[in-house]
């Protein structure tokens, strides 16, 4: 996916939150995710590693783990293929793929190497080209769809940096779908809708859908025609999916016309969080081909799709937009297990042993870090509390207690962790034993 947009111009100006400056957000009733994600142990930054360079700490790495293997197990369900590629390419890749001369601005500068200059990619684009291009591909093959949850580079100005909705080393959920002409819009309507299902798992909703169009000017690829195809194919996709969207010019990436899911804040403020792009650009200036059923070499068309887009802004609207309280199945604690004394430790143990032989992640907050009360407290964002009492262990049960404030009877422990991790491989918002 390549959301990029003309040199001068942020990577697109739809990724920078509406309504107030960057680095100026004023406080509100929503959740900060820059305050609360480092109260909560999730990422940090530092001076001496940079600014725009956040690191993730063991729970927020939890977090990032969780996500990006929930995407690369939908996306293998949904017929992609998973590949990896470096982060660095020579400055000539990018010369043919056009970023040098419409985005090089906001790449990091070129580096000397052996006589050469590389640098460091500000998409992944041009590589999943390559990809392609490394072996011959019939028809038959097509659609072929390429994913990849890599990392990539943009030289953004220290004024725009913010949280993990700005940063300088992103890691992207990306793909591309080399397809024929007739499989176009069908590819890109499947795609969107994989965009609405994820959105359900992660409890979160699209703002609204926006057609993403050229502006004037002469920094897009001159070639009107395509343009228009490439539009027109869009315009398709989104009737034919039933959504309502609003065209906007001036927010297209530089080859090619793109719809961009938006999310809000709780304070409205907008961003791209999805896309789904029809480009008939690369694909001409890598010279792709493919051996059609009249043996002939055809051009494919090359769908850019991302479901979630940059893994740190989706995170940053995860904690924004549940206030830390993450969907079950993605918490970095699914359970709080909380021995009333001392005298039930050793079955504390043992249940969040049992946890983790199903995955499940559990953490035991024991009497030495407070009343009961207090630790309960303390735990209310794990989605379930597991309560152990002298009764729960003599009978080999628990009692849980619910994030939403529900209390349940103590109940057979096999039976309890059976529903609450077919819950959470279901990826349910909430686990209900």
């Given at each position: ?34 305050k609360l994600g480092r ?293 970095p604690v699914q359970l ?62 628990v009692a849980l207690r ?32």
């Amino acid at each position: 996916m390549c959301s990029e947009k003309p040199r001068g111009e942020c990577p697109g100006a739809s990724c920078r939150p509406r309504g107030h400056p960057p680095g100026d957000r004023e406080e509100t009733a929503m959740h900060d995710h820059r305050k609360l994600g480092r109260e909560l142990g999730l990422f940090d930054t530092d001076p001496l590693i940079g600014a725009g360079l956040p690191y993730w700490l063991p729970d927020g790495a939890v977090v990032r783990r969780t996500l990006e293997e929930y995407i690369r197990t939908t996306e293998r369900r949904a017929g992609y293929r998973h590949v990896y590629s470096p982060v660095l390419g020579k400055r000539e890749l990018y010369e043919i793929s056009g970023h040098w001369s419409h985005y090089s601005d906001d790449m990091f500068p070129p580096m000397e190497l052996g006589g050469e200059q590389v640098v460091l990619r500000p998409s992944l684009c041009p590589h999943h080209a390559i990809v392609y291009r490394s072996r011959s591909h019939s028809y038959r093959e097509l659609p072929l769809r390429l994913a990849e949850l890599g990392g990539m580079y943009r030289a953004e100005l220290s004024g725009v940096l913010g949280g993990l909705t700005r940063v300088r080393s992103i890691q992207l959920n990306d793909a591309h779908i080399f397809c024929t002409p007739d499989q176009v819009t069908e590819e890109a309507r499947a795609a969107l809708e994989l965009i609405g299902d994820a959105y359900r798992a992660l409890g979160i909703s699209a703002a609204r859908y926006r057609l993403s169009l050229p502006g004037p000017g002469g920094k897009y690829v001159d070639d009107p025609g395509m343009w228009r195809k490439s539009t027109a194919l869009l315009t398709e996709v989104l009737e034919r999916s039933g959504v309502p969207y609003e065209a906007a010019e001036g927010e297209a990436a530089f080859y090619g016309p793109k719809i961009d899911v938006q999310v809000a804040d709780g304070a409205g403020r907008e961003s791209t969080l999805s896309t789904v792009q029809i480009d008939f650009h690369q694909p001409v200036r890598f010279d792709l081909r493919y051996i059609g059923a009249d043996g002939a070499k055809h051009r494919p068309v090359m769908v850019h799709r991302s479901i979630i887009g940059s893994v740190e802004r989706a995170v940053a609207h995860l904690i924004e937009v549940h206030g830390g309280a993450l969907p079950a199945w993605l918490a970095p604690v699914q359970l709080a297990v909380l021995p009333v004394s001392g005298a039930e430790l050793p079955d504390a143990e043992a249940f969040a042993r049992q946890c983790a032989d199903l995955g499940l992640r559990a953490e035991i907050a024991g009497p030495e870090r407070g009343t009961l009360g207090a630790r309960i407290r303390e735990a209310r964002l794990a989605p379930c509390q597991a309560v152990i009492g002298a009764r729960e262990a003599a009978e080999g049960q628990v009692a849980l207690r619910l994030r939403d404030g529900t209390r349940l009877e103590p109940r057979p422990v096999d039976r309890i962790l059976a529903e609450i991790a077919e819950r959470v491989v279901a990826h349910g918002i909430e686990l209900r034993a």
